[in-house]
Nanobody, 121 residues
């Protein structure tokens, strides 16, 4: 059974920083693309940032220059460094990853349980 476990959420003031982590565990052949999504109050879930196996990163426009996504392949861990946080960044942040379970096998998508980030003065 594959699991994604997020940590690092919390409450900060505007302008503050947080670092989210997501650890993948279980039995799998490899992890393909990984990403962070968020869902704010009354909003649809949206992609925040994603990183490929080649470490190519993409960001939604609203977080460019403030957030940095990275991954540690050896630790099966995904990170999201969030700086200059704004109240509109308040949301539940979800880790997403695509796994394969055999060589050249199909990809399967998994989600973490989410971690709350609240930005408020």
């Amino acid at each position: 059974q594959v699991q994604l476990m997020e940590s690092g959420g919390g409450s900060v003031q505007p302008g503050g920083s947080l670092r989210l982590s997501c650890v993948a565990s279980g039995r799998f052949y490899s992890i393909k693309a990984m990403g962070w999504y968020r869902q704010g109050p009354g909003k649809q879930r949206e992609l925040v940032a994603a990183v490929s196996t080649a470490a190519t990163a993409n960001y939604t426009d609203s977080v460019k220059g403030r957030f940095t996504i990275s991954r540690d392949t050896y630790k099966n861990t995904l990170y999201l460094e969030m700086n200059s946080l704004k109240p509109e960044d308040t949301a539940v942040y979800y880790c997403n990853a695509r796994f394969i379970f055999r060589f050249l096998g199909p990809e399967f998508e998994f989600w973490g349980q989410g971690t709350q980030v609240t930005v408020s003065s």
